[in-house]
């Protein structure tokens, strides 16, 4: 499996409670320039809408730019493909308030030699409070004081 971008942040800015798995309609430009230059998933998240499920806010730079065609946008909405009890599981998700669908990562499951279906893995989340985030960084300053002790010993 080979990550081409990964969302840091979105563990300290939000408690995770579910992640689902989702591959991505992309076209062919899309798909080699994530793979060759990546891309960031900061400021993108994921919407239910009567038609389906969309990836929104995500920036794909054109791979050749000089070839790009005129009709094509960086930041269009990508559909995502679930199966249909996963798009009823999160249209019922979606209706309750305070949760959101946070992109985790974008990467590729490659089942066999030259296979690579580029997948999106988001969460449900719901925002962490300022004390909420005070505390997860006392947590990790804990972590490394015990590491570091433990790694002198």
């Known amino acids: 499996m080979k990550v081409f971008a990964e969302n840091k942040k979105?563990?300290?800015?939000?408690?995770?409670?579910?992640?689902?798995?989702?591959g991505v309609v992309l076209n062919g430009q899309e798909a080699k320039s994530i793979k060759t230059r990546g891309l960031s998933?900061?400021?993108?998240?994921?919407i239910v809408?009567?038609?389906?499920?969309?990836?929104?806010g995500a920036k794909i730079p054109a791979y050749q730019p000089a070839n790009a065609g005129?009709?094509?946008?960086e930041q269009r909405?990508?559909?995502l493909l679930?199966?249909?009890?996963?798009?009823?599981?999160?249209?019922?998700?979606?209706?309750?308030?305070?949760?959101?669908f946070i992109p985790?990562?974008?990467?590729?499951?490659?089942r066999y030699e030259g296979s690579g279906k580029i997948k999106l893995e988001f969460g449900v989340g719901r925002g962490k409070k300022k004390f909420d985030k005070r505390e997860t960084l006392k947590k990790r300053e804990v972590e490394r004081e015990i590491g570091r002790t433990m790694g002198r010993t």
Do not use: C, M
Not at 49 to 56: A, H, N, R, S
Not at 70 to 73: G, V
């Open 10 to 22: 979105a563990g300290f800015n939000y408690i995770i409670e579910e992640k689902f798995e989702a």
């Open 41 to 46: 998933l900061a400021g993108s998240y994921v």
């Open 49 to 56: 809408k009567p038609d389906g499920v969309f990836w929104v």
């Open 70 to 73: 005129a009709d094509y946008h």
């Open 77 to 79: 909405d990508r559909k």
């Open 82 to 100: 679930l199966r249909k009890h996963e798009i009823q599981q999160l249209n019922g998700i979606a209706s309750q308030k305070g949760l959101t």
């Open 104 to 110: 985790l990562r974008l990467y590729t499951k490659q």
